[in-house]
C-alpha cells in the first residue's frame, strides 16, 4: 500500500511517503522553498501545500501520483465548528476550513495525475498520535499537545495491537500550546516559531509568579486541563522584538515554563492509569518538543519509557497520517531513524564542488579530519548522508565545535546569528554517556535535557547551560558510525567525548538541505572545514588565512 501523508493546514508543511508500512521519506516544505516553517500559521496560507516535498517523495521512491493508493491529509474539516463557538479570537479561521474541504482539489492541481477521491482526511490530534504511537512496537499509552486542531489542543489514548483508544481530549479554547504561544510573543518573539527560545530563556529566571499560575492553569480529573485567560502585562511589560529582555520577562518564563511541567505531568500521570498502566509513553505535538517538560515526564512520570516522535511538531502530522492510513489497510514497521530528507551520492557531491571551483580533498577519513579541526578548536559544517526530517540537527546537517573551549557558546552563536542566552547541545557517543550526564538513555532525537555530572561541568562548559544541564544527542555506531567515529577520534585527542552539535544553519533561514546551500554557508560564514560527504574544503587553502 502506498500512502502519502500531507500536513498543510496551520504550519511546517511537509509530506511523507509510506510504502508497504515502512517509511519511505518525509520532508518539510521549508528545506525546498527556504522559507523558514513553510509558511506563516495564518487561515489565508492554508492552501498553500507542501507540492516541493510532495514531488520529491514520490520522487524519491519512483512514484507518480497516480500510483497511490491513498493520500491522508492531517486534518479533517468535518469535525471543524465556528472559531467563535470554540472561545477563539479568529475571524477567518473559516477560510481555513474552506480550504481544507477543498483539499482534494487543491492536492490534484498539484499532483497531476491524482484522483481526488484518493484522498482521506485524518483528524489532526489522531495524525500527531499516529506518528509516535505507531513508530514504537510495543504498546504505549500517547500524549499529544500542540496550539489546536479542530476543536480540541490535546488527545490521551493507548495505542493496543496498532489500534487507537482515545481516553480524554481538552476542547478549545483551552490550550497549553497556546498558551505558551501567547507568552512567546509577549516576550517579543515569533509565535509558532521562536518558542524554543522561551524555554532556553526561562533557565534565567525565577519562577516568581508560580502561584498565581497554579490558580489559572490545572490539569482537570477527567484528564483534560483548564486554562484561564492571562494577562501578561499584568506580570512583566511586553517587549518588542528587538527591546532589552528584563529579569522580569526571564521570571515570567520561567513560572510558566515550570507551570507547563506540572500540567503535562498531571496529564501523564492520568494517562498512565486509564491507560490501565501501559508502561510506555509516545508523545507528539508542538508541547512535545519541550526537552525540559520531557524530561521531567521521564523522571518523575509513572512509565518506564517515554518515546517523542523527532518530527514532533506539525510537520509530523504528515507521517501520522500516512501511518494512519496504512495501518488501516495492514501493518507498519517502526521508526528507524530521523534521516528520511534528501541525500546525494559521493559522486554528486563531487560534482557540486568542481561546479562551484572550490579546492577540495578526500582525506583517508573524514571523520578524522573533523576531529583534528575541531581539536584545533575550529568550527566544522558537517554534512553527511540524508537531511533529518524535524527540527533536531541529528549529525547530518550540523555545525559542530569544541566543547572545552567556555567562548564557543559566543563564537556559535555569533556564527549562526543567534540571542546569546541560546544553550548549544552536546553529542556524545552512546557507550560514554553514563559517564558524563543523568538522565534518560538513550536519547538519540535530542528531545530531553540531561544534568551534567559535577566533575564534567568545566570540562565540558560550552555545553553546559546556565542550570546545568544539556540537551544531549546519544550516537550509537549501528546506526551512525560515521558521526561515532568522529567523536572516538576526537576523544583520542583531547580527552573529551563529546562535541558540540547545533544545526546547520544560520538564524531565520532553515537547516542546510543540498550541497550547493551548504557550500553557501561555508563562504558567508566563519567555518574552517566543510565536511561534504568524504570530501574536506579548508577555509585556509580556499580563501587564505586572512579571511
Known amino acids: 500500500m502506498r500512502v502519502l501523508g500531507i500536513n498543510a493546514i496551520f504550519h511546517d508543511p511537509a509530506a511523507a511517503l509510506v510504502v508497504d508500512g515502512r517509511v519511505v521519506a518525509a520532508?518539510?516544505?521549508?528545506?525546498?522553498?527556504?522559507?523558514?516553517?513553510?509558511?506563516?500559521?495564518?487561515?489565508?496560507?492554508?492552501?498553500?501545500?507542501?507540492e516541493l516535498a510532495a514531488a520529491w517523495c514520490l520522487a524519491e521512491a519512483g512514484l507518480k501520483p497516480g500510483d497511490l493508493d491513498a493520500v491522508a491529509y492531517s486534518f479533517d474539516p468535518g469535525l471543524s465548528r465556528d472559531a467563535e463557538s470554540l472561545g477563539l479570537d479568529d475571524p477567518w479561521d473559516h477560510l481555513r476550513v474552506d480550504y481544507a474541504r477543498r483539499a482534494p482539489q487543491f492536492l490534484a492541481g498539484a499532483l497531476p495525475g491524482l484522483d481526488p477521491e484518493?484522498?482521506?482526511?485524518?483528524?489532526?490530534?489522531?495524525?500527531?498520535?499516529?506518528?509516535?504511537?505507531?513508530?514504537?512496537?510495543?504498546?504505549?499509552?500517547v500524549l499529544v499537545l500542540d496550539g489546536r486542531g479542530e476543536v480540541a489542543s490535546h488527545l490521551a489514548g493507548v495505542y493496543r495491537d496498532g489500534q487507537l483508544t482515545t481516553l480524554a481530549s481538552q476542547e478549545l479554547p483551552h490550550s497549553l500550546g497556546l498558551l505558551y504561544e501567547d507568552l512567546t510573543r509577549h516576550l517579543g518573539f515569533l509565535h509558532s516559531s521562536d518558542e524554543y527560545k522561551v524555554m532556553a530563556l526561562a533557565s534565567y529566571g525565577r519562577p516568581k509568579y508560580l502561584d498565581l499560575l497554579r490558580?489559572?492553569?490545572?490539569?482537570?480529573?477527567?484528564?483534560?486541563?483548564?486554562?484561564?485567560?492571562?494577562?501578561?502585562?499584568?506580570?512583566?511589560?511586553?517587549?518588542t522584538a528587538d527591546g532589552e529582555m528584563t529579569d522580569d520577562h526571564a521570571d515570567l518564563a520561567s513560572s510558566v515554563q515550570v507551570r507547563l511541567e506540572e500540567v503535562l505531568l498531571d496529564l501523564a500521570r492520568w494517562t498512565y492509569e486509564a491507560s490501565g498502566g501501559v508502561k510506555t509513553l509516545t508523545m507528539a505535538g508542538g508541547?512535545?518538543?519541550?526537552?525540559?517538560?520531557?524530561?521531567?515526564?521521564?523522571?518523575?512520570?509513572?512509565?518506564?519509557?517515554?518515546?517523542?516522535?523527532?518530527?514532533?511538531?506539525?510537520?509530523?502530522?504528515?507521517?501520522?497520517?500516512?501511518?494512519?492510513?496504512?495501518?488501516?489497510?495492514?501493518?507498519?514497521?517502526?521508526?528507524?531513524?530521523?534521516?528520511?530528507?534528501?541525500?546525494?551520492?559521493?559522486?554528486?557531491?563531487?560534482?557540486?564542488?568542481?561546479?562551484?571551483?572550490?579546492?577540495?580533498?578526500?582525506?583517508?577519513?573524514?571523520?578524522?579530519?573533523?576531529?583534528?579541526?575541531?581539536?584545533?578548536?575550529?568550527?566544522?559544517?558537517?554534512?553527511?548522508?540524508?537531511s533529518e526530517y524535524g527540527p533536531r540537527a541529528l549529525g547530518h546537517r550540523s555545525l559542530l565545535a569544541h566543547p572545552g573551549d567556555a567562548d564557543t557558546q559566543t563564537r556559535m552563536n555569533d556564527v549562526k546569528g543567534r540571542e546569546q542566552f541560546r544553550p548549544i547541545a552536546p553529542m556524545v557517543r552512546a557507550e560514554r554517556f553514563a559517564d558524563i550526564f543523568e538522565g534518560v538513555y538513550p536519547s538519540p532525537y535530542m528531545l530531553f535535557v540531561h544534568k551534567v555530572k559535577p566533575e564534567w561541568k568545566d570540562r565540558i562548559p560550552a555545553v553546559t547551560h546556565v542550570d546545568g544541564t544539556a540537551r544531549v544527542q546519544t550516537v550509537h555506531n549501528e546506526t551512525e558510525p560515521l558521526v561515532a567515529a568522529m567523536l572516538a577520534e576526537f576523544e583520542q585527542l583531547t580527552g573529551l567525548p563529546v562535541v558540540v552539535n547545533t544545526s546547520l544553519n544560520t538564524a531565520g533561514r532553515p537547516m542546510v538541505d543540498t550541497p550547493r546551500e551548504a557550500m553557501e554557508l561555508f563562504g558567508s560564514a566563519p567555518v574552517d572545514l566543510l565536511a561534504l560527504g568524504p570530501f574536506a574544503v579548508h577555509r585556509a587553502s580556499t580563501f587564505g588565512d586572512g579571511r
Do not use: M
Not at 27 to 48: C, D, L, N, Q, T
Not at 123 to 134: C, D, K, N, T, Y
Not at 228 to 234: D, G, K, V
Open 27 to 50: 520532508a518539510e516544505e521549508e528545506r525546498f522553498s527556504r522559507r523558514k516553517h513553510g509558511k506563516r500559521p495564518v487561515p489565508f496560507s492554508a492552501w498553500e501545500l507542501p
Open 287 to 386: 508541547t512535545a518538543l519541550n526537552c525540559v517538560a520531557n524530561a521531567r515526564i521521564a523522571a518523575e512520570g509513572p512509565f518506564d519509557r517515554v518515546w517523542v516522535q523527532p518530527a514532533a511538531g506539525d510537520s509530523g502530522t504528515a507521517l501520522g497520517a500516512a501511518l494512519s492510513v496504512a495501518r488501516a489497510g495492514g501493518t507498519v514497521a517502526p521508526f528507524a531513524g530521523a534521516d528520511l530528507g534528501r541525500g546525494w551520492s559521493d559522486e554528486q557531491l563531487e560534482a557540486e564542488l568542481k561546479r562551484a571551483a572550490l579546492p577540495y580533498s578526500r582525506p583517508p577519513s573524514i571523520a578524522a579530519e573533523a576531529a583534528r579541526v575541531l581539536a584545533g578548536n575550529g568550527i566544522v559544517a558537517w554534512y553527511q548522508g540524508r
Open 215 to 239: 490558580e489559572w492553569v490545572h490539569a482537570d480529573e477527567d484528564g483534560g486541563f483548564t486554562v484561564e485567560r492571562i494577562e501578561w502585562a499584568a506580570l512583566a511589560k511586553a517587549r
Open 118 to 141: 484518493q484522498v482521506r482526511f485524518v483528524p489532526h490530534h489522531v495524525a500527531h498520535a499516529a506518528s509516535a504511537g505507531l513508530s514504537v512496537p510495543e504498546d504505549s499509552a
